[in-house]
C-alpha cells in the first residue's frame, strides 16, 4: 500500500486559486462502478450507499468512459460536475475487460491518478500481477464486503487528509512571506487567500481567513 | 400479539432450514444486512434480478446446447455468469452446480454439459421456491405489525 500512497500525492501547485465546491459535499465519495452483471451492480450500489458514498453504477468500459469524457466525443459538460474518487470495475466483462479499462485510465492525464480497484471472481494470480503491474489500487476477490469499501474509504480520505495538511503548510509559509512584506498595509488591503489543487481529480477547497495572522504580534 | 409471535418463529425457523440445507450461504446474510429504511425491497430487487439473469441464461444454454456445433467457449461463458450472480445473492447449490458445469465445459463434454445444464436448472427452480416462500414469509410477518429480523 506505501506505494499506492504515493499516487495521491502530487507535487504542490505553485499557483494558487479559488475553487468552486463540486455538487457533491466534500465528504462524501463518489465511486463509479463498472459491472456488465445487473445483481453486481446492483448489490455493490447498495454496499457503497450504506457506506454513505455517492454511486454512479454503469455496465460497461464504454459507458464508464464515456461519463469521464475520455471516449474521444466532445467532452459533456455536465458530467464534469462530480469528481469521481474512486472506480471499481469488474474484471470480466463483454467488449472492454476491467484491465483494459484500468489501463485506459492510466494513459489519461485527467483521470490516471483516480484509484482504481478490480474486482473479480476469481482468483488468479496472473491477473492480479497484471493488474497491480498496470496500476490497480487493489484486487478484490468477489463478493466485495463492507470492510472493503471501509478500507477503501479510509485509505482515500487519508491521502487527501495528508494533501490538505500539505497545502495548509504551504499556504502558512505563503502568509508568513506575504505578512512581513505587507505589514505596513492596513488590514482591508490584506485579501484572504484559498488553495486549490490545479490538477483535475481533487476539488478540496480550503479557506482562511487573513485577519487572525494579522492579530499575531 | 400471539399471531406476530409464531409468525416470526415461523420466519426464523424456515430462513434455517434454508441455511443448513445449503440453499443460502453467509452471502445471503450480507444481502440482508444492507437492507434499510432507505432501501427496504434491497433483498426482494436484487434477488428478482437474479431470477430475471438466470432465466435469462438458462434458455442461452439449453439453445446453445443444442446446436450442431457447440460453442464451450460461449457456454462456459454464461455459466460463469450464472455461477458469479448466483455467488453473490448467496445461493449457494446454484453456484456449486456451475462450478461442475464448468469443468465439462473444459473437457468439451456435451454430454456432461447436458446432465450439469439439468442439475443448475433444478438447483435454480428449488432456490427459486424456497425464496419465494421466504419472501412471503416476511410479508405476512410486516402484514401482522412484525419486524423482520436482522441476521446477526
Known sequence: MAAASEVLRRSLPEEVGVSNGSSSTSEELHVLAVDDSHVDRKFIEQLLK??????????????????????????????????????????????????????KIKESSAFREIPVVIMSSENILARIDRCLEEGAEEFIVKPVKLSDVKRLKDFITRGEGEENEKRRILKRKMEDDVFSLSSQLPASDLVSSELESSTPSSTLYISTKRTKLLDRG | ????????????????????????????????????????????????LFFEDSERLLNELAKALEQQCVDFKRIDAHVH????????????????????????????????????????????????????????????????????????
Open chain 2, 81 to 152: 455468469q450464472l455461477k458469479g450472480s448466483s455467488s453473490s445473492i448467496g445461493a449457494q447449490r446454484v453456484q456449486k452446480a456451475c462450478i461442475a458445469f464448468r469443468n465439462y465445459c473444459d473437457e468439451q463434454n456435451t454430454e456432461g454439459c447436458l446432465k450439469c445444464l439439468q442439475q443448475v436448472k433444478h438447483e435454480y427452480s428449488l432456490v427459486k421456491t424456497k425464496l419465494e416462500t421466504l419472501f412471503k414469509l416476511q410479508r405476512r410477518v410486516l402484514a401482522a405489525g412484525g419486524s423482520i429480523p436482522k441476521p446477526i
Open chain 1, 50 to 103: 450504506i457506506s454513505s458514498c455517492k454511486v454512479t453504477a454503469v455496465e460497461s468500459g464504454t459507458r464508464a468512459l464515456q461519463y469521464l469524457g475520455l471516449d474521444g466525443e466532445k467532452n459533456s459538460v455536465g458530467f464534469n460536475d462530480l469528481k469521481v474518487n474512486l472506480i471499481m470495475t469488474d474484471y470480466s466483462m463483454p467488449g472492454m475487460t476491467g484491465y483494459e479499462l484500468l489501463k
Open chain 2, 1 to 48: 400479539m400471539d399471531g406476530v409471535i409464531q409468525l416470526q418463529r415461523q420466519l426464523v425457523d424456515y430462513t434455517a432450514s434454508l441455511f443448513h440445507e445449503g440453499f443460502l450461504d453467509e452471502q445471503f446474510n450480507q444481502l440482508q444486512q444492507l437492507q434499510d429504511e432507505n432501501n427496504p425491497d434491497f433483498v426482494v430487487e436484487v434477488v428478482s
